[in-house]
């Protein structure tokens, strides 16, 4: 009944930027709460990745960013349109990798389930 739908990766320079999105589409039901939501990143030949992650988004909101992306990279969230985003700035080559957006949320009509969603991976390439 719901399902996350990515958008803005694509090819960016070196120290250029990009746009990452990621909205939460409800075919029916909404959402209670969310406990988990953000971004990992695998690149070819390496394990997937955190990359920034917001804890308890309905509530404190702690981000958790990865030490390699750390002012260069902001997560940000708009609720109101079940919506997180990725900010990333300063690119670098080492950044290439497809970026999957994910959340773990309260979901449901008249019962809630908690679940795990995952984005479909958006690929991002740094090259001169």
């Known amino acids: 009944q719901v399902h996350l739908v990515e958008s803005g990766g694509g090819v960016v320079q070196p120290g250029g930027s990009l746009r990452l999105s990621c909205a939460a589409s409800?075919?029916?039901?909404?959402?209670?709460?969310?406990?988990?939501m953000g971004w990992y990143r695998q690149a070819p030949g390496k394990q997937r990745e955190s990359v920034a992650l917001?804890?308890?988004?309905?509530?404190?909101?702690?981000?958790v960013y990865a030490d390699s992306v750390k002012g260069r990279f902001t997560i940000s969230r708009d609720n109101a349109a079940n919506t997180v985003f990725l900010q990333m700035d300063n690119v670098r080559p080492e950044d290439t990798a497809v970026y999957y957006c994910t959340a773990d949320l309260a979901f449901g009509d008249q019962t809630q389930t908690r679940r795990e969603l995952w984005g479909q991976g958006l690929q991002v390439t740094v090259s001169s």
């Open positions: 409800i075919v029916s039901g909404e959402i209670f709460d969310i406990y988990v």
């Open positions: 917001i804890l308890n988004g309905l509530t404190d909101g702690r981000v």
